[in-house]
């Protein structure tokens, strides 16, 4: 089975600087989704951004980049110029590759404070 | 609708107390999804329909829990004989189909289950 892990139950970074989410991941297959959700105090989960495993390119959006290391299996989120909306918990989560296996794996997630 | 809809958003229960959470995906959407998110914890999948069909119901706790979505499109989650473990939130995800890394899942706000 898969199972992912954040290992930084907590984090906070002050406004406008760059902080760094970890995720490690397990898995015996070589292809898969993983994925960076968000979910604010209210509770709705929304992605941030996603990464298929056979594209080598680590994905961008906006603010939000990712370090995929495939070897070492792991897939860590960086916010640059944070600001105050960005505190949430967030969910590093894993999905497999195969046709109808779309159930997310999460982590136990990383709780993200922003300083003004 | 603008997006996933769950009711109630709240829910008392006595220990023993049958339960019924509703789950409204987006208009459309074939694939739904039931997780189940414990305080402090990422969510864990509980069941995934395509349309009226449940293809996996592998996360349900026990056979107290039950899902249907009859029409392949509102979702009701019950939970028989409740017990303090089932206190959590439940959280109702829908896609548009049933494959693809660009398939998102959307989320609903979730239902705070609280069980005495």
């Known amino acids: 089975a898969q199972t992912v892990t954040q290992s930084q139950p907590e984090m906070s970074v002050q406004e406008a600087e760059t902080v760094t989410l970890s995720c490690t991941y397990d898995?015996?297959?070589?292809?898969?989704?993983l994925f960076w959700y968000k979910q604010p105090p209210s509770r709705q989960m929304i992605l941030v951004i996603r990464?298929?495993?056979?594209?080598?390119q680590n994905a961008t959006e906006n603010r939000f980049s990712v370090n995929f290391q495939k070897a070492a299996k792991s897939f860590s989120l960086k916010i640059s110029d944070s600001q105050l909306g960005d505190a949430a918990m967030y969910f590093c989560?894993?999905?497999?590759?195969?046709?109808?296996?779309?159930?997310?794996?999460f982590g136990q997630g990383t709780r993200l404070t922003i300083n003004p | 609708g603008a997006g996933v809809s769950q009711s109630p958003r709240y829910k008392v229960a006595k220990r023993g107390q049958d339960v019924a959470l509703r789950c409204d995906p987006i208009?459309?959407?074939?694939?739904l999804f039931w997780y189940q998110q414990a305080l402090g914890q990422g969510p864990e999948f509980l069941t995934y329909?395509?349309?009226?069909?449940?293809?996996?119901k592998s996360g349900l706790p026990s056979d107290r829990f039950f899902a249907e979505r009859p029409e392949g499109s509102v979702s009701t989650l019950k939970i028989q004989r409740t017990q303090q473990e089932d206190s959590a939130v439940y959280l109702c995800?829908?896609?548009?189909?049933?494959?693809?890394?660009?398939?998102?899942?959307?989320f609903g706000p979730g239902t705070r289950l609280t069980v005495l």
């Open positions: 989560a894993y999905r497999r590759l195969i046709q109808g296996a779309q159930k997310l794996v």
């Open positions: 329909f395509q349309n009226e069909a449940q293809l996996d």
């Open positions: 208009s459309g959407h074939v694939s």
């Open positions: 990464q298929e495993a056979y594209k080598q």
């Open positions: 898995t015996s297959e070589s292809d898969y989704y």
């Open positions: 995800a829908s896609s548009r189909t049933t494959s693809g890394s660009r398939d998102e899942q959307f």
